[in-house]
């Protein structure tokens, strides 16, 4: 099957970034391109190395990327989704430009807290029970759990036989942690890093990883490490466009293992 055909016949996979730092150098790598703009995001059709793909700019937060993830499966029917991007350290072996591939990724913002009363203050480091929004038991008034969702295995074996290609730092698996907070206190942190073993956070992931869930698409999340608060690693704007330099070769890697 000639390379034309192959890009009309085959379902897409969709590679998504939340900001234009995460998405448009990777849509400017892409083949006969179609922008298709819904509602608020952005679509880039095209093909990469004779394979159909779509760029999408999820924009930030857990809300903006569920709703780009709904929309895309909806429209698009992807073989898979890759969500990609940078992220903040919280493993202190990482370092910036580091990058892990997300065996699990997870929602770090939803927690029931303790009842304390008026006057006794406010901890986040007493948040410990993880709040499920996505109940196996949805009569449960209180689905207390640590959700992780897991990378498709197809997805994560691509990554591995690519990995030696890049160049700029380690690759590992680890857990990404995802919440609609930007973490800067290191307790934090560390307490994110201790009970739950995140490597690293940030607003999208785990968001994806649920819809995806929810209609059944192959998903995984990969994200580079940008800045690194534990060990004192300064952002580096580069990093953006490492991963998604590393991330074409990974969804190329993928759709060969799926199209030979």
């Avoid at 192959?6 to 900001?19: D, N, R, T």
């Avoid at 993830?69 to 350290?89: D, F, K, L, V, W």
């Avoid at 942690?177 to 942190?189: F, H, K, P, T, Y």
């Avoid at 994806?208 to 698409?217: E, G, R, T």
Wanted: charged share 20%; aromatic share 10%.
């Amino acid at each position: 099957m000639n390379h034309h055909k192959l890009e009309q016949q085959l379902a897409p996979i969709i590679i998504q970034g939340a900001l234009p730092v995460e998405s448009e150098r990777m849509a400017s790598k892409l083949n006969n391109v179609l922008i298709e703009t819904i509602g608020g995001w952005t679509f880039w059709r095209g093909s990469y190395q004779g394979y159909p793909m779509i760029i999408s700019k999820t924009r930030m937060g857990m809300s903006n990327s569920a709703a780009a993830t709904a929309i895309a499966i909806e429209r698009y029917h992807p073989i898979a989704i890759i969500n990609q991007g940078t992220s903040g350290g919280h493993d202190p072996k990482l370092n910036v430009y580091d990058i892990v591939l997300g065996k699990y990724s997870i929602n770090i913002g939803a927690f029931k807290t303790p009842s304390k009363l008026v006057g006794k203050g406010s901890s986040t480091l007493d948040w410990i029970e993880a709040f499920d929004v996505l109940p196996e038991d949805e009569t449960d008034p209180e689905p207390i759990a640590i959700r992780r969702f897991e990378a498709d295995p197809k997805l994560m074996a691509a990554a591995h036989r690519i990995q030696h290609f890049y160049t700029k730092g380690k690759v590992v698996e680890g857990t990404i942690g995802s919440a609609d907070v930007w973490n800067s206190e290191l307790d934090r942190i560390h307490f994110f890093y201790n009970h739950y073993g995140t490597s690293v956070e940030e607003m999208e992931a785990a968001s994806v990883a649920q819809i995806a869930s929810q209609f059944k698409v192959p998903f995984m999340s990969i994200r580079v490490v940008s800045n690194h608060m534990v060990n004192q690693g300064g952002y580096d704007v580069g990093t953006g466009e490492a991963c998604q330099d590393f991330v074409l070769q990974v969804a190329e890697e993928y759709m060969k293992s799926q199209y030979q």
